[in-house]
């Protein structure tokens, strides 16, 4: 029998979060990932820091969580860690007594914003991070992140750079759930939810929130096995820049468009997956401008878009769900979700509409999994009489709510 969490549910709920990749590579243009430059502290002095301005404005954007990059690959710890010397208790920020992590997580819960905490368990780095028992040094950063700051919802593993390293993973998961019961842990060893395989926002079709596999880092194509059927709900990460997920001053007309965003949401959220959007706060520790702006009216788009469903009331028959209005209407959108509470999964729908004279009903769309949601669009059809017809399921399913929509 597949387990479920309550948190995983929640989970679903949450839909779309913003990402913050911030840190001492936020201050050295044109460094990439494991390009093994040095970054020297002295450059790290984010002297408007303002984690309130970044959480108020993903708040407006209608974002339900956050994830903040504590480590990357790098090593610099974002808050004072006492297993490092290359962290923020080093740099000219705030005499060194400043603590990235703290403002962001205070910034969070004075929003009502869910927490999430990034860590990249691999790194390069100095010397004597080579020479001590890394697990250790892992377990005692994890530690000090899942100790010091309060309740944690969400821990991000990123798997690159970790390929061919063996962690004592037993020992280090024991930790983190004695620690954190009821967090979330994503991608890697004892998972919660699941890398959906890229980095660009999309999610497969069909895309199933019951697997026996994992993709691991963008660095390998071999996919992890699990040794059973888990219930993993995919998220989508990518970039609101093209190129850059830290702060760059050469990208920045390469924030993307409205078009490509909404496109990103519909085969993200659309498909049943999350959605989490990255944005590299400035040197200043701002919020970008141009980046800032776009979120904002991203999701002015989506709460407009699905706030004023045409109708809702559908009649279970059979197989099938039926909505009958008393005048037609023009639609264009259909968004059904399925009730995960207990192990439900259909495979194949289509929704089908009546001419609104007469003749028999068309075919509109063709769908597969629909899990927490599916968002269908299709050319606008005019009708009164439309039927959500379950074509494949593992058993019986139930839909929690049907809605149609006219967004132009």
Not at 112 to 125: D, N, Q, R, T, V
């Amino acid at each position: 029998m597949v387990q479920i969490k309550q948190q995983q549910l929640d989970f679903l709920d949450w839909e779309f979060g913003v990402f913050f990749h911030f840190g001492i590579r936020s201050f050295y243009e044109g460094h990439k990932d494991w390009d093994m430059k040095e970054m020297p502290l002295s450059g790290f002095c984010p002297e408007q820091l303002d984690c309130n301005q970044w959480i108020k404005t993903i708040k407006e954007a209608g974002a339900t969580y956050a994830i903040l990059v504590c480590k990357h690959h790098d090593g610099f710890a974002n808050w004072p860690s006492k297993y490092t010397e290359y962290s923020v208790a080093n740099t000219p920020w705030k005499d060194g007594k400043g603590d990235v992590v703290q403002e962001y997580v205070d910034a969070c819960r004075r929003y009502g914003i869910k927490i999430g905490l990034y860590y990249s368990p691999a790194e390069f780095g100095s010397k004597d991070k080579e020479a001590k028992d890394y697990d250790e040094y892992f377990i005692n950063q994890i530690s000090e992140l899942l100790t010091n700051y309060g309740k944690i919802d969400y821990l991000w593993f990123d798997g690159n750079g970790s390929e061919n390293h063996e962690y004592d993973t037993v020992r280090i998961v024991g930790v983190i759930r004695s620690l954190q019961p009821e967090i979330m842990i994503f991608n890697m060893w004892n998972p919660d939810t699941r890398w959906v395989g890229n980095e660009s926002g999309y999610a497969h079709t069909p895309n199933p929130l019951v697997v026996n596999s994992l993709s691991f880092s963008v660095f390998t194509e071999v996919k992890e096995e699990l040794d059973h059927d888990r219930f993993l709900p995919a998220e989508c990460d990518c970039r609101m820049r093209r190129y850059n997920w830290f702060y760059s001053d050469s990208d920045e007309k390469t924030v993307k468009s409205m078009e490509e965003l909404k496109g990103m949401y519909y085969y993200s959220v659309g498909r049943g997956a999350n959605l989490l959007l990255n944005i590299g706060p400035d040197r200043r520790g701002l919020l970008p401008e141009a980046d800032s702006r776009r979120l904002i009216e991203f999701g002015s788009f989506i709460k407009k878009a699905f706030s004023n469903p045409i109708a809702t009331d559908f009649v279970k028959d059979g197989d099938s769900y039926i909505c009958e209005l008393e005048e037609p209407v023009l639609f264009n959108h259909v968004v059904l979700k399925e009730n995960w509470s207990k192990i439900t999964s259909v495979k194949s729908f289509e929704v089908k509409a009546h001419p609104y004279e007469f003749g028999e009903p068309v075919t509109i769309y063709i769908g597969r999994t629909i899990g927490h949601k599916a968002i269908c669009c299709f050319p606008a059809f005019y009708s009164k009489k439309v039927e959500i017809c379950i074509t494949e399921k593992e058993c019986e399913e139930k839909l929690d709510g049907i809605a149609l929509y006219f967004i132009k």
